[in-house]
């Protein structure tokens, strides 16, 4: 079973600004949480965060950006809450 990705609005917005061909590289490796958003399995460099009251991943998006999301299971979704340049993601979430 497949999940839905969505992107909060901060993520959408930098999505936006992002070149034809960053783009293309975004969407295509959040594709790969449709198939399996957990660490270990499917495609993509994904790992789950320490955070002190939810679970956090992240994926690395090429090697110019960080997508960081939560699972939600019994909806079937992944909540793409911020997509960074990675220098800015590794300042930000360094846990």
């Known amino acids: 079973m497949s999940y839905e990705v969505l992107l909060s609005e901060e993520a ?3 999505f936006t600004t992002l070149d034809e ?3 293309r590289i975004c969407t295509e490796t959040l594709g ?3 198939e399996n958003p957990y ?3 499917g495609q993509g460099d994904k790992k789950k965060l320490k ?3 939810e679970e956090i991943y992240r994926i690395h998006v090429g090697r110019s950006y960080t997508a960081f999301y939560v699972v939600l299971e019994d909806e079937k979704e992944v909540r793409v809450t911020d997509l960074l340049d990675i220098d800015k993601a590794h300042k ?3 846990r």
């Open 51 to 53: 955070a002190q009251d």
């Open 92 to 94: 930000e979430y360094d």
């Open 21 to 23: 061909k960053s783009q």
């Open 32 to 34: 790969y949480l449709e």
């Open 12 to 14: 959408r917005d930098f």
């Open 39 to 41: 660490p270990g399995r």
